[in-house]
């Protein structure tokens, strides 16, 4: 029986479960069978002249297939070595035995090509290339429109110099957050807070500048590039702490152009009536901050806290008919379960109320001598003997502090501060790669710590600010 013929009256639940086998799919045989089955069907409908729907719904299934066939490719590269003695060089598992070739796979070197480069493609952008000739159905979804996709996300490694990092001290470095020129796992803590998405155009910019991306979309994948090279310079036991703010979508706004534009007196981009596109409905937030969370935590990162920061002296804004923004969001990220943390470093004073407890030596929220021998029958820690700090909360409250150099996005000291006490330790390496005025290198050798500042520009501002901060002791205070 013709396999097309013998699947069509079962298409619609043979779409829900290739798109689950496909997901579990381990091995290239079985995603073989899968893009086969849906090529067949896909020519039966085209045949029949059943309508682009129904074809592009088998295209659908069959370019899934292919991008996990290509991811599968990927991996089997990522995980094989080649030996150095005499005898058989061929690519080889941790466990010894042989990577396939591509012919034992009975895969052409065009199918490879093809599978890989359609799996180079972020998922964000993948899913929008598919949901968009999906949902109208105008044109055909084909494997060639996604390898011309391809052509602006195909990973590339550039040859760059790795930096060393300090031995003492501090280092200013001009280079893209994107191409970190540093050693893999070589710092301890990340604090940083990028450009936020459509608002201002910094010094030192590229004629795409990171912010000022066409749509959301665009913003997130390069975002999660950039987290990336965070997460292949942070050591397994980091934190990365990213400081993001969110922007509200609207076809009036306008900001600074890529090409041309004016630059203040305080560093930030005057409008040039630009206009800017979210890709959202006018009047809504875009969301940023939950949508980077959510890529991140896809790409491979842990999301252990979503901290609230809290400004006590927000800018106004002249709005009436909402809440004025008053804080902003600070992205925990790590790369594995076990990292390092000092929680009594990050503690911070508690309400000065007794805690219940169902077990001797257990509180809620309230740290408790562990010497004391509680009496059961009050369940109640003493107030006595409880400490006067506690487990450190989500949301963090800060004024912000007045800064009269050319730069606009300077967060409080104590951010970073707060960051560093609790995710390093003396001597660790601290990296902010969007350094700016340099507020975390203030910060980090205030606590004797070592820092990398990386920036595209503001290099002077940074290293008058840091070694103002030296001069007055600012790398003295443990």
């Known amino acids: 029986m013709n396999t097309a013929l013998s699947i069509v009256p079962i298409k619609l639940a043979y779409f829900d479960a290739a798109r689950a086998a496909i997901e579990k799919a381990a091995s290239i045989d079985e995603i073989r069978r899968i893009r086969d089955k849906a090529e067949a069907l896909r020519i039966y409908h085209k045949q029949s002249k059943d309508g682009l729907a129904m ?27 080649r030996e150095t003695g005499k005898g058989d060089h061929r690519p080889k598992f941790h466990d010894g035995t042989s990577i396939p070739k591509l012919e034992d796979l009975g895969i052409s070197k065009k199918q490879s090509f093809r599978w890989q480069a359609i799996a180079s493609i972020p998922k964000l952008v993948f899913e929008k290339h598919i949901s968009e000739i999906t949902s109208t159905n105008v044109e055909e979804l084909t494997t060639v429109g996604l390898v011309n996709e391809s052509y602006r996300y195909r990973k590339i490694k550039p040859e760059r110099k790795f930096i060393g990092t300090p031995s003492e001290g501090y280092v200013l470095i001009r280079a893209d957050a994107g191409q970190i020129p540093l050693a893999a796992k070589s710092v301890q803590v990340i604090v940083t807070s990028p450009p936020y998405f459509g608002l201002r155009v910094y010094q030192g910019s590229t004629d795409a500048p990171f912010g000022q991306e066409s749509s959301v979309i665009e913003y997130i994948v390069r975002t999660i590039a950039i987290l990336q090279e965070c997460r292949r310079v942070l050591r397994d036991d980091g934190v990365l702490f990213y ?58 990162w842990i999301v252990r806290s979503v901290i609230i920061f809290e400004k006590e002296n927000p800018m106004p804004e002249s709005v009436k008919n909402r809440p004025t923004r008053s804080y902003e969001k600070i992205l925990m990220l790590t790369k594995s379960g076990r990292y390092f943390w000092d929680a009594e470093a990050a503690s911070e004073p508690s309400s000065g109320k007794t805690a219940t407890f169902s077990k001797p030596g257990k509180t809620h929220g ?113």
């Not at 295209?59 to 995980?79: H, P, S």
């Not at 959202?280 to 890529?295: D, F, K, Q, S, W």
């Open 55 to 81: 074809q592009n719904r088998c295209a659908e299934i069959k370019i899934r297939a292919e991008r996990r066939a290509g991811e599968i490719l990927d991996e089997m590269k990522e995980t094989g070595r």
């Open 243 to 300: 400081t993001i703010g969110d922007t509200y979508a609207s076809d009036t706004k306008v900001t600074g152009g890529i090409r041309s534009f004016e630059t203040n007196k305080r560093g930030s981009c005057t409008p040039n009536g630009k206009k800017f596109k979210s890709g959202i409905p006018t009047g809504n937030l875009c969301l940023i901050p939950e949508r980077v969370a959510v890529a991140a935590q896809e790409d491979g």
């Open 366 to 478: 309230i740290i408790c001598r562990n010497d004391i021998k509680y009496d059961r029958t009050m369940g109640k820690c003493p107030s006595e003997y409880f400490s006067p700090k506690r487990n450190i909360r989500n949301v963090w409250t800060f004024a912000l502090q007045p800064f009269t150099g050319a730069h606009w996005g300077t967060f409080p000291e104590e951010l970073p501060t707060r960051c560093i006490q609790a995710a390093s330790r003396i001597g660790d390496i601290v990296l902010d790669p969007f350094c700016g005025s340099g507020t975390t290198g203030v910060a980090a050798l205030r606590l004797q710590r070592k820092f990398v500042g990386i920036d595209l520009a503001y290099h002077g501002l940074a290293r008058n600010r840091i070694e103002e901060s030296l001069k007055q002791g600012g790398g003295m205070d443990p």
